[in-house]
């Protein structure tokens, strides 16, 4: 069964800080990674995805994969309180010949003032 | 990024009826799109993949006779809760796929009184 993990918080962290999340996953033949938002009440946002080994930057946002770790993170730097939400992990490969994506249970993120 | 519409945003039934939602992919054609249910604090759960001109994957537990899914073309599927009840009572959230990435409509928060 395809499981991904995440904390769920919440991870408090002051305005200006950097915030890490991280995800990790169980399906080594995984091939695409996103990060998405979602605010209470609301539906998700995709925020970045990552396909390759590395880093990824985009704005404040970072995505970094580890794919023989089998872990992907995101850093959102200069944290600030409009970044509160809560953060899922997606992790989609092959299942049955359609790309289904995994979603994890989300990280609850607080930045406080 | 691509832009995913639904309609009603929030709809409120007497228990015993049928509630129909639409989700629509404004600028791209999406031959795959997802629907979710997602419970007050609670992750993510994937009901069925619609896929255009086929029947509908639904996901273990999910009944299909109760959530009919039709994908009648690459910018439009329905969801039909039909004899709502009330612990049908969530947010339904459809999402498309473009290429590699999913994107998310707004949700249906469905009432049943």
């Known amino acids: 069964q395809k499981e991904v993990e995440q904390n769920s918080g919440p991870l408090s962290v002051p305005e200006g800080a950097i915030a890490s999340l991280n995800c990790t996953y169980s399906?080594?033949?995984?091939?695409?990674f996103f990060w998405y938002r979602q605010y209470s009440g609301k539906s998700p946002e995709l925020i970045m995805s990552?396909?390759?080994?590395g880093d990824k930057e985009d704005g404040r946002f970072t995505a970094q994969l580890n794919k023989a770790s089998q872990y992907v993170s995101l850093l959102i730097r200069d944290s600030q309180p409009s970044d509160s939400a809560t953060y899922l992990c997606?992790?989609?490969?092959?299942?049955?010949?359609?790309?289904?994506?995994?979603f994890g249970r989300g990280t609850s993120l607080i930045v406080h003032p | 990024g691509a832009v995913v519409s639904q309609h009603p945003s929030r709809v409120i039934c007497k228990s015993g009826t049928s509630v129909k939602i639409e989700c629509r992919s404004l600028d791209f054609q999406a031959t795959t799109m997802f629907w979710y249910r997602q419970f007050p604090k609670q992750s993510l759960m994937l009901m069925a993949t619609?896929?255009?001109?086929?029947?509908?994957?639904?996901e273990q537990g999910v009944e299909k006779d109760k959530f009919l899914i039709n994908h009648a073309s690459l910018t439009l599927s329905t969801l039909t809760v039909t004899s709502a009840h009330p612990e049908d009572s969530s947010f339904y959230i459809c999402?498309?796929?473009?290429?590699?990435?999913?994107?998310f409509g707004p949700g249906t928060r469905l009432t049943v009184l």
């Open positions: 619609s896929n255009e001109g086929s029947k509908a994957t639904y």
């Open positions: 999402s498309a796929r473009e290429l590699n990435e999913q994107f």
């Open positions: 399906d080594r033949g995984s091939q695409s």
């Open positions: 990552i396909y390759s080994n």
């Open positions: 997606a992790v989609v490969g092959p299942r049955g010949g359609s790309y289904i994506p995994t």
